[in-house]
């Protein structure tokens, strides 16, 4: 199998895949489970799957990161305009400072609050913060924005994707999809 160097490699599109997957789910999840008048259960179901599936969202982003960082991605497509090569990088760049700061304020709100991450919580992991409503808020008011933050960003990376795969087919959307790598 040989990968052109201006694609990525299998693991950065394997991540990059799964992950996107989780916050596409997780994004929605955290928003319906804070809404009122939807059923406890339901709630309960939500809550369970966004704080653990972030917490896991968290652990792939660093193992994305170390990934990254031994095996640098392809450089922007030289038909690219500068100026979309500079808002391509930005996104990105923003779009892994969110995925790194998301998971660790919704860990500060929910430890800092008191409440259970069943997935630590059954392997043993002791609460990295103290118990401290003040934090938790704090941690809170990060969480939202940044999900705020995060829902746009994807929004216009999702279009920007599509565009080059759907409209433009320049190749920039191959890139980052498994079926080239075969
Ligand atoms: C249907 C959904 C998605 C599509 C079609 C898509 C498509 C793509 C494509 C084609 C690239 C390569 C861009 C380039 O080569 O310049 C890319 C990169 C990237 N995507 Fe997505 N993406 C999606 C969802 C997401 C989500 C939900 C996230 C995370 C919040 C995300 C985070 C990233 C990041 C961080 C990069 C940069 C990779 C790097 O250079 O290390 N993507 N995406
Ligand atoms: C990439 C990972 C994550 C993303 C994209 C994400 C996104 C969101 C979004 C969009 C909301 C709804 C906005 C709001 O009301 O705050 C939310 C709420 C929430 N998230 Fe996350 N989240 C992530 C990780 C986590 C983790 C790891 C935890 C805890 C272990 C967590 C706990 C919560 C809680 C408790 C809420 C309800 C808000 C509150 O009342 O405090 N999140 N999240």
Redesign the pocket.
């Known amino acids: 199998m040989t990968i052109p160097a201006s694609s990525y490699r299998p693991p950065a599109r394997w991540l990059h895949w799964i992950m996107a997957l989780l916050?596409l789910l997780?994004?929605p999840a955290?928003?319906l489970?804070?809404q009122e008048g939807i059923s406890r259960p339901l709630q309960n179901t939500l809550?369970v799957f966004?704080?653990n599936v972030?917490?896991l969202?968290?652990l792939l982003v660093v193992i994305r990161l170390l990934y990254r960082w031994r095996t640098p991605p392809p450089p922007e497509p030289a038909h690219l305009p500068a100026w979309q090569a500079r808002i391509a990088g930005l996104t990105h760049a923003l779009l892994y400072g969110?995925?790194v700061i998301?998971?660790i304020a919704?860990?500060v709100?929910?430890k800092a609050g008191g409440?259970p991450?069943e997935s630590l919580d059954a392997i043993g992991v002791p609460a990295l913060v103290p118990r401290s409503d003040a934090l938790a808020e704090i941690a809170?008011s990060i969480?939202?924005y940044g999900?705020v933050a995060?829902?746009i960003l994807v929004a216009m990376h999702i279009g920007a994707a599509l565009h080059h795969g759907i409209i433009k087919r320049d190749g920039v959307f191959s890139r980052m999809w498994p079926r080239t790598a075969r």
Do not use: D, S
């Open positions: 916050v997780t994004i955290g928003m489970m804070v809550f966004h704080k972030g917490v969202l968290g969110l995925l998301m998971p919704g860990y709100r929910v409440f991450i809170k969480h939202f999900g995060i829902a």
